[in-house]
DNA sequence: GAGCACTGC
């Protein structure tokens, strides 16, 4: 999909129905609108059904016209899911256009913070996120006749826990003798078998796209450096080939990027006879200003250069690009369940990601990709990247599911299940939350099923109910906004000017909206917004009750060690109390880089960490 | 005495 606005070309000096007209005929001409019949009837007869679709097949924005077409929305709503918010609001917004009515009314979107709907949207874009939140409500999902799952290949968390809960909802409501639920699951994958097998055989449909064919260059030896290799390929492809064909490059992270940029800008100037060459840096913390810049058209006589993370695989697209030039490495974080530490980790791409990142230079004409690896060294790839419900705590989604009144979390009908282990992780954690009791089984408790109303990590959620029990509400909120969000400090990559006051706007407005909601679904709850001024105790003993399994304590050699396992750890040096030694402090994050630190620390007293959770505390003798 | 892949509720 493109941005879903009209382009002003087409408006001038042709009048609405003109447009509306073209439109038409554009959807017709899409690569799917020949399967439009067999896709109908494979929905009417079958209750799930997998459709198979390269990018540019128009299946996201027609299927679920199809289908409303048809009549196959019962007078219900159809919701299409999507990973991404950007994702769902374009494209509501062009099939509204495609419907030639307002957005909100028959189509409409729905994300985090935003609703643009109204009872009469019959085709809701939505968040897979969202849906999941509306499924602890309603986890028979009565609105809805039809759920499409799109994107499904990303095996995001949402979408692998929807599956099961759609998968769900169609047994029981058919065992119920409600009406029945369609489910169509569209997808990038070749691992079709899996995606079918697991939707009891449900019917596979493959449509056509609009790929371009894309040559592909291994490189012929090992590389030992990466960055190395990819500007060398790149000044290979610039001095041969004529301007205006662009080029992307993946690459890690920021610091390498930023770096790469400066390289290639040094080189580009003392190069004579070949086009100019305009680089751009995209990544996703580069202010959204900057990050547009990559969608201005090329200058004539000119090569456009864009060096990226893997935001380019799927949450950006630049037109143009002929030629991709593939590292092969992706930065990825690594969480151990044990240690409870994240890292950041450059590591292999998998050969689906490959695959992805290789087709970005097909979208408008054939290209070509160089990968900086040979082809050995791509067959010991793996073939898929491990979906993200493996590899990451799951305390917010086994409350989640929980509160679905999912009761055997670990017997749940996953399409790749997590590990036992960290499902038990997740069940303990909240146990020590006091979210979920053991009878015979694990149960929600009172507090576990306010708690699974907020869109937070557990532990927020805590610290959230703890702060009616000390009246400091108002003051928890803005702190948990705060932690929940990506860091609201902005650090320079050049430190040459702070002319920004350190403040990342973007975060800081996200952290305010996310306070709103917060206190919307504290107001719901009916808890009490006090403010305890300027005394911090009540804070931060709110802060130990969600936290305390996250304390460190000072040792006599001046380190410091985690309580839980007794793992040596530091105060992060962007911490105002780096150099100083508190007894006791609490930590939001542990990262291992050069040392394995503690980020966004609180501190407190050891007699809190025994009041709020005594039973976990009385082996651990903190301060005794 | 430091190093921040990408999403999302």
Redo the contacts with the bound molecule.
């Keep these: 999909m493109t941005n879903g606005q009209i382009p002003k070309k087409m408006r001038l000096g042709s009048n609405e129905d003109d447009f509306y007209q073209r439109l038409q005929q554009q959807r017709r001409s899409l690569p799917i609108h020949p399967a439009r019949g067999r896709l109908i009837h494979e929905v009417q007869r079958h209750s799930s059904v997998i459709v198979i679709g390269e990018t540019g097949s128009g299946k996201t924005t027609q299927i679920p016209q199809y289908l409303y077409e048809a009549g196959l929305h019962r007078n219900a709503v159809i919701a299409v899911t999507q990973?991404?918010?950007?994702?769902?609001i374009t494209i509501s917004k062009r099939v509204a256009q495609e419907k030639k009515t307002e957005l909100g009314h028959l189509v409409g979107y729905c994300?985090?913070?935003e609703d643009v709907t109204t009872d009469s949207t019959k085709l809701k874009y939505?968040?897979?996120?969202?849906l999941?939140?509306e499924a602890i409500l309603d986890p028979l999902l009565k609105r809805y006749s039809v759920v499409i799952l799109d994107e499904a290949h990303e095996r995001?968390?949402?979408t692998d826990v929807l599956f099961g809960v759609v998968k769900a909802a169609q047994r029981q409501r058919a065992e119920q003798g409600l009406k029945h639920i369609k489910i169509v699951v569209m997808s990038a994958t070749m691992d079709v078998d899996h995606f079918s097998k697991y939707f009891n055989n449900a019917p596979v449909l493959y449509l056509e796209g609009r790929q371009y064919p894309i040559q592909v260059f291994y490189s012929v030896e090992h590389q030992t450096d990466y960055m190395f290799a990819s500007l060398v390929t790149l000044f290979q492809i610039h001095k041969k080939e004529p301007a205006q064909k662009d080029v992307l490059i993946f690459l890690?992270?920021?610091?390498?990027i930023e770096s790469a940029v400066k390289s290639i800008r040094d080189i580009a100037k003392e190069i004579t006879g070949a086009p100019n060459l305009v680089v751009y840096p995209l990544?996703?913390?580069?202010p959204s200003f900057a990050q547009m810049r990559v969608f201005q058209p090329t200058p004539e006589g000119c090569r456009k250069v864009v060096v990226a993370?893997?935001?380019a695989e799927t949450?950006?697209t630049i037109q143009g690009i002929k030629f991709v030039i593939d590292s092969g490495m992706?930065?990825?974080?690594v969480y151990n369940p044990n240690s409870g530490l994240d890292?950041?980790k450059v590591v292999r791409v998998a050969k689906d990601q490959a695959l992805q990142r290789t087709g970005r230079a097909g979208r408008e004409a054939p290209g070509i990709c160089y990968r900086l690896y040979t082809e050995d060294e791509f067959e010991t790839f793996s073939n898929t990247t491990v979906p993200?419900i493996q590899r990451c705590n799951l305390a917010?989604v086994v409350l989640q599911l929980l509160a679905m009144h999912i009761t055997d979390v670990a017997a749940f009908d996953f399409m790749d299940k997590p590990s036992p282990e960290a499902v038990k992780k997740a069940l303990e954690q909240l146990e020590l939350l006091s979210a979920v009791e053991k009878r015979e089984r694990y149960k929600l408790t009172p507090l576990g099923r306010q708690m699974a109303a907020?869109?937070?990590?557990p532990r927020l959620s805590k610290v959230i109910l703890t702060a009616k029990d000390f009246q400091c509400l108002e003051e928890i909120l803005t702190i948990v906004s705060v932690l929940?969000?990506?860091s609201v400090l902005f650090?320079p990559?050049n430190k040459q000017w702070c002319h920004e006051n350190f403040i990342d706007m973007r975060n800081m407005k996200t952290a305010q909206e996310v306070r709103r909601q917060l206190k919307e679904i504290c107001e719901r709850q009916e808890l009490p917004i006090q403010s305890c001024g300027r005394d911090t105790v009540p804070i931060r003993k709110c802060l130990a009750a969600g936290f305390f399994m996250s304390a460190a304590e000072l040792q006599r050699e001046g380190e410091y060690v985690t309580l839980s396992t007794r793992k040596v750890v530091s105060i992060?040096?962007?911490s105002v109390l780096?150099r100083c030694k508190p007894g006791y402090v609490l930590y939001n994050e542990l990262?291992q880089?050069?040392?394995c630190?503690m980020r966004d620390l609180c501190v407190i007293d050891a007699e809190w960490l025994y009041d709020t959770a005594p039973n976990y505390f009385r082996n651990k003798k903190p301060g005794r």
């Design positions: 990973p991404r918010r950007v994702a769902a994300v985090r913070f939505m968040t897979d996120g969202m999941l939140r995001t968390i949402h890690t992270g920021q610091e390498e990544y996703s913390s580069l993370t893997n935001i949450s950006v992706v930065k990825a974080k890292l950041l993200e917010s907020f869109p937070l990590d929940s969000v990506d650090t990559p992060h040096p962007s780096f990262t880089t050069s040392k630190y």
